[in-house]
Every structure is written in C-alpha cells, then in structure tokens.
C-alpha cells in the first residue's frame, strides 16, 4: 500500500521568502514522487516528478525537490516566493512500475500556500 | 492543441437522479483515471482504466459507474446511491509515470 503525508494544510510566507512545503511517503517499492499544483477551481498541473536517476529534480516556475530515500521525504522548495505562486499544492506517489498504461497517484491532502505581501 | 475535455464545468443534480459527467482526450493514452475532491481530503480515486472495455475500482467506487467503449472517452456516471456527490470531479490520462488532468466538473446536489 502506498501513501502520503503531506505536514500543514496552510503554510504562509512573504514574498521573496523561501517556500518549504513538507511531504513524505510511505511505499513498499520504489515510489515515484509528483508534485501537482491546482489553482481555483481548476486542474492540476504537474511541477516536477522523481522516477530514477538523480535525486534532486528541477520543475517549472522555478520549484525543486529532493527525494531522501533514507527519510522518505520529497519537500518542495523554492527560494524566492512570488504572489502567483498562491494556490494548493498536492504531492503524490505511484508505484515505480512502468507499463504501457501509466499506475494511479495516490495523493496527499493538500497544503495551501499563501503569499503575503 | 492536445488535452483533456471535461464537461460540464458546472452541473446541478436533483436528489435521486443519475447524471453523467463527461471526460474527453486526444492524447492517444491509454489510462483514464476519474479522482473526487474534497476539501481537505486531497484527491481520491473513483475508477480507473488502464485499456478500452476494461475498468477497475477505486477506493471510493460505491454509487459511481463507468464504461471505455473508446480509447478517448471515459464518461463517470453518478448513480443515486451516491450519498453524498457534492464535489469537484477530476479526469486524468497518463502515459507511462505521468498524468494529464482536465478542468474538472463542479457538481452540486440541490
């Protein structure tokens, strides 16, 4: 079985600060880890993800995360906040087996972000 | 452009009646998914399909329905049984670890 914890349902910092949003998994194989955000009344958007390879992983609008096997974390951080970066953030885990189907995302709760001026 | 269609965006139901709820894509994937929402509860998976005429239980599959008679369609179908089907619907389709979500569909009991 798999699952995810994602630590505080609403994180608030300034602008320019740094953004830390926690999560962790729990997996009995080699997870891959994703990193979703949904702004109002929409989908969800993928920011990065961790499949293999290297453990520091680079998304878009300037997010990153480190998968920690040994702490079965994958925080997303990024170093300066931006208004538009508001929103909710959802980490997720599949099972690392690859078919032609693609494997269900088992998510987190959620953590909203908000960015204060 | 390529993507995910749902449909309606917002959707009204009277109590005691079905209604089916729309999920389109071009993406040429194989795998749709449909997630219910929730405040505070994250995404849960409904249904899930992995190749045409073939579907799968979620975790919270109790008064929903599902069919994949296309590759490119795979329309959520919630029954009256659903107790309680206030929520934001979420399509998916993936290809191998990656996963394309649509715009959701809003639906209210009234």
């Known amino acids: 079985a798999q699952s995810v914890t994602q630590l505080g349902s609403h994180v608030s910092v300034s602008e320019g600060a740094l953004v830390l949003l926690r999560c962790n998994y729990s997996?009995?194989?080699?997870?891959?880890l994703f990193w979703y955000v949904q702004y109002p009344n929409q989908g969800l958007q993928l920011l990065l993800k961790?499949?293999?390879?290297?453990?520091l992983v680079k998304g878009i609008n300037g997010f990153e995360a480190e998968f920690k096997k040994s702490e079965t974390s994958f925080h997303l951080t990024k170093p300066s906040a931006h208004m538009s970066d508001a929103a909710e953030y959802f980490c997720?885990?599949?099972?690392?087996?690859?078919?032609?189907?693609?494997?269900?995302?088992?998510f987190g709760t959620g953590t909203q972000l908000k960015v204060e001026l | 452009d390529g993507g995910i269609t749902q449909s309606p965006k917002y959707l009204f139901r009277k109590e005691g009646q079905n209604v089916t709820l729309s999920c389109e894509q071009n993406?040429?994937?194989?795998?749709m998914y449909w997630y219910r929402q929730d405040p505070g509860q994250g995404l849960r998976l409904i249904y899930y399909?992995?190749?045409?005429?073939?579907?799968q239980k979620g975790d919270i599959a109790e008064g929903y329905s599902v069919s994949r008679e296309k590759k490119e369609s795979f329309p959520l179908t919630v029954t009256s049984a659903q107790k309680n089907p206030t929520a934001f619907y979420l399509c998916?389709?993936?290809?191998?670890?990656?996963?394309?979500f649509g715009q959701g569909t809003r639906l209210t009991v009234v």
């Open positions: 998916a389709s993936s290809i191998r670890a990656e996963a394309f």
């Open positions: 997996s009995s194989v080699p997870p891959y």
């Open positions: 961790y499949t293999t390879g290297a453990t």
């Open positions: 997720a885990v599949s099972r690392g087996v690859l078919t032609g189907g693609g494997n269900k995302l088992t």
């Open positions: 993406l040429n994937h194989d795998a």
């Open positions: 399909s992995q190749i045409v005429n073939d579907f």
